[in-house]
């Protein structure tokens, strides 16, 4: 189906944080919406990259190397086997998601953040 998305509704359809929605799909990509809301996970992807597109808000991508301060309108690429903790800044952060449809959020890690089994946007 072609069609176009408006983010800001698209976002406004859920108001829970770290349980990414699968807003579509791209041959083995998926694009997903999450809202962050304080400290994540640290974790690291063993063979998947992450795009993380700031919509709304700041996010803080904790890195071992050093953070780096993602604001709205630009995005990070989170290398396979680089271990990250995303983390919302001054609040709650609206983030698009580029990734391979096999992505699990958390990663090499179990915690009561992970999430199997994605829901759809409608």
Not at 9 to 26: E, L, M, Q
Not at 33 to 41: I, M, P, Q, T
Not at 91 to 120: F, I, K, Q, W
């Amino acid at each position: 189906m072609t069609g176009k998305v408006n983010l800001a509704k698209a976002f406004a359809t859920f108001d829970d944080h770290w349980n990414p929605r699968v807003a579509g799909d791209i041959n083995d990509f998926q694009v997903k919406l999450v809202k962050f809301a304080g400290k994540f996970d640290w974790h690291q992807h063993d063979v998947e990259d992450e795009l993380f597109l700031v919509v709304a808000g700041r996010m803080k991508m904790g890195l071992r190397g050093g953070d780096v301060i993602v604001e709205p309108g630009e995005y990070i690429i989170v290398p396979h086997g680089t271990e990250h903790c995303p983390e919302a800044l001054g609040g709650e952060c609206h983030v698009m998601l580029l990734e391979p449809n096999s992505t699990l959020n958390t990663g090499n890690v179990e915690t009561e953040n992970t999430r199997r089994a994605l829901e759809r946007l409608d």
